[in-house]
């Protein structure tokens, strides 16, 4: 079992930087994959940016370039650092991980766990 807590969230004005933070505990993070999601009102949830185990990461077209995904191993520390942040970024945003140590996927569909999300709003 992974259980996730993710915090700093808030409002930004375009063009501005948030970084979100996702704390880990349970299962060893060594055997674990890590993905950011993201759910506006009325849309479905979306893939932002994964890592694996490797450290391999993968990106949503949409933030490729602005958003920076990372991880503190000894710290079981998930980033997502958001940069040139734009209106269409406004979203809950979840961190999620699966007990795989090679899972590089932006589907919800392939991660077992999940926190309770922090609003990110972002003003123009």
């Known amino acids: 079992q992974v259980q996730l807590v993710e915090s700093g969230g808030g409002s930004a004005q375009a063009g501005g930087s948030l970084r979100l933070s996702c704390v880990a505990s349970?299962?060893?993070?060594?055997?674990?994959?890590w993905a950011w999601f993201r759910q506006a009102p009325g849309k479905e949830r979306e893939g932002v940016a994964g890592?694996?185990?490797?450290?391999?990461?993968v990106y949503a077209d949409s933030v490729s370039g602005r958003f920076t995904i990372s991880k503190v191993n000894a710290k079981s520390i998930l980033y997502l650092e958001m940069n040139n942040l734009k209106p269409e970024d406004s979203a809950m945003y979840y961190c999620?991980?699966?007990?795989?140590?090679?899972?590089?996927?932006?589907?919800?569909?392939?991660?077992?766990?999940w926190g309770q999300g922090t609003q990110v709003t972002v003003s123009s």
């Open positions: 999620a991980a699966v007990g795989a140590r090679w899972t590089l996927s932006l589907s919800p569909l392939d991660y077992h766990y």
């Open positions: 890592i694996d185990s490797t450290d391999r990461t």
């Open positions: 349970g299962d060893t993070y060594r055997r674990v994959s």
